[in-house]
């Protein structure tokens, strides 16, 4: 029996899926070995955030004590070096691989033959669709 030809916008979809939550597995597995192996080079210590968490103290009362107050969403992006800044790069990736796979994808359906402008074009929808969600708009 003759396997079926998988149309190649579905496997732009799935490679770039596929690679991107491993980039972002890898990432965020390697993050809490450098936050705890250099505990001073975090944007919060966690000797000092887990047993705040575990005493059950408010997210604002925990920023305040640990980590100098909520300095807003994208902290992470101006502490890179930090471990903790590092995990939240993980997080970023794995969480917004959709929009990216289904960008690629629309492009994929843009080039195909006969194009596929209605799928290329809801493709597109969905990927600002979860970037204006990302984005908490």
Known sequence: MDKPKIPL????YGRCIYWLCITAAVICTIGPVV??????????????LFPAIWEGKSPEMIWLQVGKGFPGGNFWLHNLNTGDGFIQLGLVIGCSCASVALM???IAYFREKPRARGWA?????????IILSAMGT
């Open 104 to 106: 690629a994808t629309a």
């Open 9 to 12: 916008p579905q496997i732009v």
């Open 35 to 48: 936050a705890i192996a250099s505990l001073d080079n975090n944007f919060m210590n966690p000797h000092y």
């Open 121 to 129: 074009l809801l493709s597109l929808w969905l990927a600002v669709m």
